[in-house]
């Protein structure tokens, strides 16, 4: 009976609102899931429709999602995402916004380790990094970072659309507005496979390509081009992170929205109507029990996926079904050693002389991707990095959990390893078509957009095209969606 009643006044209130005329804003938005794709998509939708709309966040773990952090001998360290470019201009807005901080950058030398020597190490001086990579790998270098430029390039003009109000309803509609049919052709085309097409090496792309890959996305140079890029781009330019840890900017945005997050799971998504409107029954599970609740729009703002318990999750009352859950996601570990590092393992039996304080891997050895000596969140101004001799705090990266004996092989002697484990990223190539942001009328998928690549500012990227979706959906504002010969239209408007 309380179930019946509570869709009674539902229904009664979706009425009002629809008889209050076409201009009514919504009553109840649903999000689910806190990670940055989910804290964003909750500040935008309230910049859109304004601050007397309700949004319900759910979460079934900790706010932050992929962001956050782990505590080694009383300092914090970030386990999740690590770092952003300097052209991630949504999380450049949302730090500036919530008054946070850029950590001061502690810097170090990288390598590349092939498993038995460096195949490419970093030195202090610019011209010499310059040269080492000419005289190993020719033009290779400056082939890869044009080829990059240009897709990022062209990427960029999504600020433009968005700031413009403009929202794609498909990844392929955005991508095709950013670069065409070269976009949408990257998705099925291997980096290796584009990169050698434009005059890259072979052994450029196993020494050094395939190790940015494997240290960001933890998979080849046979993941799909676009993805590739955007990785990429990612290695080449200036990093930054947030003083006091990444997940602040989840956080501050959920409190600046005035979200109420609700700490749940989300096991159901059921549609009913009235008037010719969709309404969507949220079902959730906490501690408590089962509970629902009714809204006019919900954004999944979490992976759905054959391998994640959030596909758990069912769609109710959909005709045609709901039923585009395919894919894998690609699981990664970290694990935050607190140790000695053992150098002789990367020819240096002198730990004294061990200059790197980055180091990333070929496809061999494979039980690790990446190694990293890496410093707290918060960030002292006589903070000094670890001497290589010393105790410290390395972030490694790897596949599965590492064994003892292979944290005997990185490390002389450790205190302790802390592990945390993601299905980081979508798993490229176990899926055949690209996903859509709409799966309903007013319900949104807003992970749609990792297949196409997959990082902290591609969430907030398609965070503002769904609030943006929702929006001109709501208000019929259909030239808004999926319109073609963007750059045209964008500078008639200007």
């Not at 006044?9 to 076409?22: H, I, K, P, Q, T």
Request: hydrophobic letters at 45%; charged letters at 15%.
């Amino acid at each position: 009976m309380a179930r019946a009643a509570q869709l009674l006044a539902a229904l009664a209130a979706l009425f009002s609102a629809a008889a209050a005329g076409g201009d009514a804003s919504p009553g109840k938005i649903a999000v689910v899931g806190a990670g940055i794709g989910g804290s964003a998509v909750a500040h935008f939708l309230q910049q859109h429709f304004g601050p007397r709309v309700q949004i319900d966040v759910y979460e079934k773990g900790t706010v932050g999602g992929r962001l956050a952090t782990i505590s080694v001998n009383k300092q914090h360290y970030e386990s999740g995402a690590a770092s952003f470019h300097s052209l991630s201009l949504h999380m450049q807005d949302f730090v500036k916004l919530l008054g946070l901080r850029h950590r001061r950058e502690v810097v170090g030398r990288s390598a590349i380790f092939g498993g038995e020597h460096f195949v490419l190490e970093e030195t202090d001086w610019y011209l010499l990094n310059l040269f080492r990579l000419w005289w190993h790998y020719g033009i290779s270098f400056l082939r890869l970072q044009m080829w990059v430029e240009e897709v990022m390039e062209k990427f960029m003009r999504i600020y433009k659309y968005q700031a413009h109000g403009y929202a794609f309803s498909g990844v392929e509609e955005l991508l095709y507005s950013l670069g065409e049919s070269a976009f949408v052709n990257m998705t099925q085309r291997s980096v290796a496979e584009s990169l050698l097409q434009v005059g890259v090496t072979q052994r450029f792309i196993d020494d050094v390509v395939s190790a940015v890959l494997r240290a960001s996305y933890g998979q080849s140079a046979a993941m799909p081009a676009f993805a590739g890029a955007m990785s990429l781009a990612g290695a080449q330019g200036n990093l930054w992170s947030v003083e006091g840890g990444n997940k602040l900017v989840c956080s501050g945005l959920l409190r600046l929205t005035k979200a109420n997050v609700i700490q749940a799971t989300v096991t159901s998504v059921t549609l009913h109507s009235s008037e010719g409107k969709a309404l969507y029954q949220v079902g959730y599970e906490n501690e408590e029990g089962h509970g629902s609740d009714f809204y006019d729009i919900v954004v999944i703002a979490t992976p759905l996926h054959l391998d994640n318990s959030s596909s758990n999750l069912t769609f109710k009352g959909f005709d045609p079904p709901i039923d585009d859950i395919q894919g894998s996601y690609q699981p990664t570990v970290v694990s935050l050693v607190h140790g000695y590092l053992n150098s002789s393992y990367f020819g240096f039996p002198d730990p004294k002389l061990f200059p790197f304080a980055s180091i990333l891997t070929t496809d061999f050895p494979n039980f690790f991707c990446a190694l990293d000596n890496i410093c707290p969140v918060n960030i002292s101004a006589n903070f000094r990095r670890k001497q290589p001799q010393e105790a410290a705090v390395w972030r490694v990266q790897s596949p599965s959990p590492l064994f003892r004996t292979q944290l005997k092989t990185l490390f002389r002697s450790y205190y302790s390893v802390q592990t945390a484990e993601w299905q980081a990223h979508p798993l490229y190539g176990s899926r055949s078509t690209l996903p859509r942001f709409v799966l309903h009328e007013q319900l949104f998928y807003l992970n749609a957009l990792e297949w196409a690549a997959s990082s902290v500012e591609v969430m907030a990227v398609a965070a503002k095209n769904v609030a943006l979706l929702a929006y001109n959906r709501w208000y019929q504002d259909l030239d808004k969606i999926d319109q073609k010969d963007l750059m045209h239209k964008v500078k008639t408007e200007l």
